[in-house]
């Protein structure tokens, strides 16, 4: 079960969060007098940052949690899921999340899947690498796509025949973990593969009913047609 939380915020003329109260209406303490110099700071940058409700704001309790808030997004959103992923793992549980994902292009919606290229590309001892079954992703036509992320700053492409892949990763992989179903957001450190998915406990947050234009950032820029 899902575990929200109350929050009181106040706001500066521009209208973004800036001040908390402190949880279930008690004072500020250090960190909320941190998180709110956060905001600032991003603010004043020209950094996206929006308000949430406290009311919106729930918490994933456990891996089963997790699996089932996945499951339940690709099955049901109608506009858009996407999806960005350390990689995506080649179980069960995170087969069954892709096809769910397949089933729903037939509707029309937005797919994107946003993973590391280095670390889908590695292959276990079987010889098959989590990119294998992103293929099935990309055939499902133009309104699903699927993004490797290269990090700019490795070795040079040229290097690749001779150094393993775990060398390019040290150097920089894509790292956000984030899932976008409709209006709902889930912001989580678990990656899309079995054992997060059923023993391996992370952190999950779930932004519930945020409008489209705060959820339309660029977390996952789609690329050029």
């Given at each position: 079960m899902r575990t929200s939380f109350a929050m009181r915020v106040t706001r500066l003329p521009c209208g973004r969060a800036t001040r908390c109260r402190g949880l279930c209406g008690q004072g500020p303490s250090l960190v909320d007098e941190l998180a709110c110099?956060?905001?600032?700071?991003?603010?004043?940058?020209?950094?996206?940052c929006f308000a949430v409700p406290?009311?919106?704001?729930?918490?994933?309790?456990?891996?089963n949690e997790l699996h089932e808030e996945l499951r339940r997004g690709a099955e049901r959103a109608v506009r858009r899921v996407h999806v960005a992923s350390l990689y995506v793992g080649m179980g069960e549980h995170s087969g069954a999340l892709l096809q769910a994902l397949a089933a729903g292009a037939g509707r029309g919606r937005e797919i994107h899947l946003l993973v590391d290229y280095h670390r889908a590309l590695r292959r276990g001892s079987d010889g098959k690498a989590p990119v294998d079954q992103l293929a099935g992703v990309v055939a499902l036509g133009r309104s699903a796509r699927v993004s490797l992320y290269r990090h700019p700053g490795g070795p040079p492409a040229a290097l690749e025949a001779v150094l393993p892949?775990?060398?390019?990763?040290?150097?920089?992989?894509?790292?956000?973990?984030?899932?976008?179903?409709?209006?709902?957001?889930?912001?989580?450190?678990?990656?899309?593969?079995?054992d997060y998915l059923t023993t391996r406990q992370d952190r999950g947050v779930v932004l519930s009913a945020v409008s489209e234009p705060e959820t339309n950032l660029p977390f996952l820029p789609l690329p050029p047609s």
């Open positions: 110099n956060t905001l600032r700071g991003l603010g004043r940058r020209g950094l996206p406290p009311a919106a704001v729930s918490f994933i309790g456990s891996p892949r775990e060398a390019f990763e040290a150097c920089g992989v894509q790292h956000a973990k984030l899932c976008i179903f409709d209006d709902d957001v889930l912001l989580t450190g678990a990656n899309l593969s079995d």
